[in-house]
């Protein structure tokens, strides 16, 4: 098992461009969730999903975030337009129920 | 409201020196503790559950529900545990963790 897959590793855009992440979780786990991790905030919730429906949306910070799990071995979040305080890690982890997470490699964003 | 509480950013020790990073936490049921590890840029870790009660790495924490606590302990501390620390709850019915801040833990030689 190749564990929780992101990509890319790293991506740095422009402001104002868009930026989209991608995740495939592990198979057979039925719940995903996005991090962002900052120094100041550490992690942040910022939606799951159980069997590919958004259940909690509510650390999304706003309009031009949105996330997508069209199937059970993808989703993706999106930022459109991006801005600098973007800037961050975000993790994508997947759990067969509340056992304890697996964490993807975290996809290193840097909007300039 | 459920929060997590960890209120150390940086815990600096000697090698072989006892460790305890605190975690506190507010809910009003009966939650799932974790402490998950983070070791410089690589991906986050489940280090061990409460209900497990098992040691890791030489870690333990036990689960408080008196004091409302999940501290991280490590009677003799070495260097290869230097890394981000973070303790998470999950409340019942729910697969959400919510994490704390983290603590660094930074082991000297």
């Known amino acids: 098992d190749a564990g929780v897959i992101q990509s890319p590793r790293h991506e740095v855009t422009e402001m104002g461009q868009e930026v989209t992440l991608r995740c495939k979780p592990i198979s057979g786990h039925n719940s995903l969730f996005w991090y962002r991790q900052t120094m100041m905030r550490g992690l942040e919730l910022l939606i799951y999903?159980?069997?590919?429906?958004?259940?909690?949306d509510s650390g999304m910070p706003e309009d031009r975030f949105s996330a997508k799990m069209p199937n059970a071995s993808f989703s993706t979040l999106k930022i459109q337009p991006s801005e600098p305080r973007d800037s961050a890690v975000y993790f994508c982890a997947s759990s067969p129920r509340s056992v304890g997470y697996t964490f993807g490699s975290g996809t290193r964003l840097t909007v300039v | 409201a459920q929060r997590v509480t960890q209120p150390e950013k940086l815990l600096s020790v000697f090698k072989g020196a006892p460790v305890e990073l605190k975690c506190n936490y507010s809910y009003s049921g009966s939650p799932e503790l974790f402490w998950y590890v983070q070791y410089s840029r690589q991906r986050l870790q489940l280090l061990l559950r409460?209900?497990s009660r098992e040691s890791i790495k030489g870690f333990t924490a036990d689960l408080n529900k008196g004091e409302t606590s999940f501290h991280l302990k490590k009677p003799f501390a070495q260097e290869e545990d230097s890394a981000m620390y973070y303790c998470a709850l999950s409340g019942t019915n729910t697969d959400k963790l919510i994490f704390g801040t983290g603590t660094r833990l930074q082991v000297f030689p």
């Open positions: 409460h209900i």
């Open positions: 999903f159980n069997n590919n429906v958004p259940i909690d």
